[in-house]
């Protein structure tokens, strides 16, 4: 799998090619899409016609049905139940999803699968709380921009923890080319 950016810009020609020479490499779309960046991201899958993808973004699942792509409800859908799993697969051919980090062990044992539709849970990774558009280290840790410009995004890598007052500790994280996200410790 590629997690593609939320910023896919200028990179998009590069990741075709990447597509394109390692076809075993399945795109994985994240869910914020805005604008411009949504339009190049339906066009890459469009150009690309993947066997497969992973989408966190409910209009990139419904370009790859409309276009017979298979595609898997990605962890940031938050599939919590039967019922969700079976419309996913009947309203929208979805063949997959994964089950949401936000449920218990005994809540995902209740969860029946529809009948060739396969289950994911994804236990490597921090849990995302949230994904902002806003410059959330102007107030963290003091950005000397006073507002985010078109540099911000594709450009902007850092990261800080912050503590609340019950002592639960949280990363603010920005990235090259993806907004900023906060997850927990």
């Known amino acids: 799998y590629f997690q593609l ?15 394109k020479t ?9 869910s914020v899409l805005i604008g411009e960046n949504y339009k190049m991201a339906v066009e890459l899958l469009e150009k690309l016609r993947p066997e497969r993808i992973v989408t966190n973004n409910s209009g990139i699942a419904l370009v790859a049905f409309k276009n017979k ?34 449920i218990s062990k005994m809540q995902m044992h209740g969860i029946k699968k529809p009948e060739g539709f396969e289950l994911y849970y994804s236990i490597y990774h921090p849990i995302r709380l949230m994904t902002s558009r806003q410059c959330l280290f102007h ?11 078109e ?25 090259k080319g993806n907004y900023n996200a906060v997850y927990n410790e």
């Open 22 to 30: 390692h076809t075993e490499i399945v795109p994985w779309f994240p």
């Open 151 to 175: 540099k911000c995004i594709p450009d902007c890598s850092r990261n800080a923890t912050i503590t609340n007052l019950k002592n639960e500790t949280f990363v603010v994280e920005k990235s």
């Open 69 to 102: 792509i298979q595609w898997i409800a990605g962890p940031e859908m938050n599939t919590i139940n039967s019922f969700s799993l079976l419309s996913l697969k009947e309203n929208f051919n979805c063949s997959g999803a994964f089950i949401s980090n936000e």
């Open 139 to 149: 107030q963290v840790t003091g950005c000397v921009k006073d507002v985010m410009d």
């Open 5 to 19: 950016p939320e910023c896919i810009g200028k990179d998009a020609g590069k990741f075709i090619d990447l597509f």
